[in-house]
């Protein structure tokens, strides 16, 4: 049974930080894709970043320089660490792991984490 568990949502000052952190059991960490999307309510999820199965990093125009994905294969874990953040950041963040075969937006996903960026 295939698990993504997302944690470190919540509530955030502009200009703050957040880590989000998802934790996967249940698949072969190492050799999966993984991938940060976000969606606010009536808009379609939007990929944030992935990091492929060699370490290899790609962000949204509307996060570089910001946000950093990060893996770590002896954990089973794949981190969003979040700065500058902004109101416009806000959103359910999901954690999703595909194969690197699979297109984009497939594979498995996690339950979500609000991040909600106000002041």
């Known amino acids: 049974q295939v698990q993504l568990v997302e944690s470190g949502g919540g509530l955030v000052q502009p200009g703050g930080s957040l880590r989000l952190s998802c934790a996967a059991s249940?698949?072969?960490?190492?050799?999966?894709?993984m991938g940060w999307y976000r969606q606010v309510p009536g808009k379609q999820r939007e990929r944030v970043a992935f990091?492929?199965?060699?370490?290899?990093?790609n962000y949204a125009d509307s996060v570089k320089g910001r946000f950093t994905i990060s893996r770590d294969n002896a954990k089973n874990t794949v981190y969003l660490q979040m700065n500058s953040l902004k109101p416009e950041d806000t959103a359910v963040y999901y954690c999703?792991?595909?194969?690197?075969?699979?297109?984009?937006?497939?594979?498995?996903w996690g339950q979500g984490t609000q991040v909600t960026v106000s002041s």
């Open positions: 990091i492929t199965t060699g370490g290899s990093t």
């Open positions: 999703n792991s595909r194969l690197a075969l699979e297109p984009a937006g497939r594979g498995y």
């Open positions: 249940g698949i072969i960490f190492s050799i999966n894709v």
